[in-house]
């Protein structure tokens, strides 16, 4: 079965959405018809501090998060804090400018540098790769630059291959050799027909780049993006450097924190094997949109959607009624995301080195907040002498709910993983924070709890109580 520690669904406790929900509610019919006044969207950006750092505080109480976030309107930042710690053996803090590594953002850079060599015709789009890098398997041969990029190639990627996390990733591998890897594959499906997130299509953009301008990744990526543009706080992380500022990456055990998985970074590339600050992804978001780094044609292909809602290097979707612009990353155990709301002028970064479960969580809840839009879940106060008849052990399938209360808070542990609290939404009904799922508890004939089902992902599993 699938684990319950998946990204999660939105929530706002009820103590930090109660005392703003009326300002909110104001704001949402105004921003949902399109006519924010300048004065109404200055009053809510005026609270927005206060209430995003007890949204955060009640993450870091959880022990769910520690990390660096963002929140910037028109690309002024009107929330930026840090939170936890950045090196946990030495108790060294996370600060505005700790750097984290950005995995699959990093394929926005990527992207944005083919297309500058498309701006300065050193190559075309709908070229096909063996046009630029000869030798690639027969059947790789005719998927274009554009089909690399939009994830649409069909060729197989190195990631998605049986234990890659445990075999391939810790150990070094040219990009050569990860394509010998993938050599007598078959092709996932026919170029350019469907839509398979793809990080070995970025490691052949990565080849291209170099092939074409006669320069390394990581010096191309230094030269004409990162010291052009003034980021000065970003770069590429081969792993084998003293990265200053740079955070450590931690996650959990059953029982206990650990750091996270080693990855080499050779396997990432320019896929993923950047790093950067939030203030450095907000610089660089804004000079990108601003179009001080693609000329128009190929800033406008950046963010179309070319199917599958993902454009050239970003996801174009939409979220709570709202255009979105934006993409995640996951390396080892950092978690990062940049999200644009365009029609509202709203960026939210979010940089993690603990808490990847619920960085995509937390992104849409501060979006809620900003753009005055109703928490999915709200906990509501029940008397917590109802936890004791939730008490016990369920069997889910091959797996055990175990179901315990300590005072007024109630958690739930499934076999494998951790504990975590639930919070309730109303008396039988509880939500995660740490997951997309929801408990109900259910009574038999005579008022006795024998039962809870999980709601996640759409579907509804019935654990049936054994004590």
Known sequence: MKSILTPIVLTISKIIFKPVLSQLMVLAVFVMSGLVPA???AQADSKFPEQADMLMKEYVHDKLFTGTVLVARDGKPIFRRAYGAANREWMIPNTVNTRYRIGSITKQFTAAAILRLADENKLGLDDPIKKILP?????????????LLSHTSGIPSHTSQEDSNAKLMPVKHTPQELVDLLKDLPLNYEHGTKFRYNNMAYVLLGRIIETVSGMSYADYLEKKLLKALNLRNSGYDDGSVVVRQMSQDYTDGVDNVMKGRLVNMSNVYAAGAMYSTVDDL??????LLNGKVLSPLSLKAMFADAGHRYGLGWFVSESLSRKRYSHGGSIGAYSSLLAFYPDDKLT???????????????????ARLALGVAPAHRKVKVDPRLYAGFVGRYQLESVIFDITAKGDRLFAKLTGQRQLEIFPESEYRYFYKAADAVLTFEKDAVGKIDALTLHQDGSKLRAKRLD
Do not use: F, H, M
């Open 39 to 41: 004065a109404a969207r």
């Open 135 to 147: 030798g690639l398997p027969a059947n790789w041969e005719q998927a274009t630059i554009r089909q």
């Open 282 to 287: 907000l610089a660089w978001q804004q000079v």
């Open 348 to 366: 939210i970064i979010i940089l993690s080195n603990y808490g990847e479960e619920v960085v995509s969580k937390i992104t849409d809840e501060l």
